[in-house]
């Protein structure tokens, strides 16, 4: 049985599971937040066994093949009260977490994105290009780092929201003393070029450029994609990136410069690809559904 974890009405929940009824693959949607009301987890230590009983139907630990972790939704218990809900994410959590390599992505593959500056250094080391950034929350620091760079973008650590240009108000001493007692921020040297999403599924690359005039693409209503081919660098640095953040699969955004040089930005481990798959006829759900089932 393979497990679908996310909402039964997410267009990639969706497009997987019409793929595996393509396949004659068995699978069960499994939506988080309808524990504990409606669904049931119960765990023996002991033997390891565990027991996950969705909408009526049991399913066996042992008789999951593999996991598509598209959403995590916080269980809900119908009541107001801490305790509870640290007795479900705890149960709930140690099942993920049982699953080990089967989940695509793992447990610890997906909290790693939520480091994103333990991430970008991560793929540093490999020898990938990333634009020069600074992370924290010293105000002398985000004013040197600005001063070196003709223009900056500014975005969450932990991401969440858009990236914007940093202005001269953003700079102000009462703006950077309130802000930064709040927040660290994650700054970058902003990159004149266009953006790249490339998906990376098991050994398979799929990639496209997407073309804005925004500076964060996705508040642009009217982008533009185009199938590309990478070159044959960039494609192994994807594939790199991919297993060195524990990935089986993952979606890459690039920022390629005017020179033609690859940026790495970010490698989410649940990204959004049906929008993508209508632009572009690349088969990223079909090589999902064949990950799964493999």
């Not at 008789?63 to 479900?88: E, F, L, Q, T």
């Not at 049982?98 to 991560?122: I, M």
């Amino acid at each position: 049985m393979i497990l679908l974890m996310g909402a039964k009405d997410d267009v990639q929940i969706c497009s997987v599971a019409t793929k595996l009824d393509a396949m004659q693959q068995a699978y069960c949607v499994f939506d988080s937040s309808a524990f504990p009301q409606r669904d049931t987890i119960g765990y023996q230590p002991l033997s390891g066994e565990m027991l996950l009983n969705i909408a009526g139907k049991p399913l066996a630990l042992a008789d999951i093949k593999a996991m598509y972790w598209r959403n995590y939704m916080r269980p809900d218990s119908g009541v107001d009260n801490a305790i509870a809900h640290k007795d479900c994410t705890s149960l709930l959590m140690s099942m993920l977490n049982a699953l080990g390599d089967k989940a695509k992505n793992s447990v610890a593959a997906v909290q790693f994105h939520q480091e994103k500056p333990r991430q970008l250094a991560v793929v540093a080391k490999l020898g990938v290009q990333i634009p020069d950034t600074y992370v924290g929350n010293d105000a002398d620091a985000v004013l040197a780092f600005c001063q070196q760079h003709a223009e900056v973008i500014f975005k969450p650590v932990s991401g969440g929201d858009y990236a914007r240009l940093i202005t001269a108000e953003h700079l102000s001493v009462e703006h950077l003393s309130r802000s930064l007692q709040q927040a660290p921020v994650t700054l970058q040297r902003y990159i004149k070029g266009t953006n790249i999403r490339s998906y990376v599924v098991g050994e398979q690359v799929f990639s496209a450029e997407i073309r804005s005039e925004q500076t964060d693409f996705r508040t642009d209503g009217d982008i533009a994609l185009e199938v590309l081919e990478l070159p044959e660098t960039i494609r192994q640095q994807a594939l790199a990136i991919k297993a060195a953040l524990g990935l089986a699969w993952t979606g890459i955004d690039w920022r390629r410069d005017e020179a033609g040089q690859y940026f790495f930005l970010e490698a989410n481990p649940s990204p959004m690809f049906a929008n993508f798959e209508t632009y572009t006829g690349l088969p990223v759900a079909q090589s999902l559904a064949q990950l799964l089932a493999a």
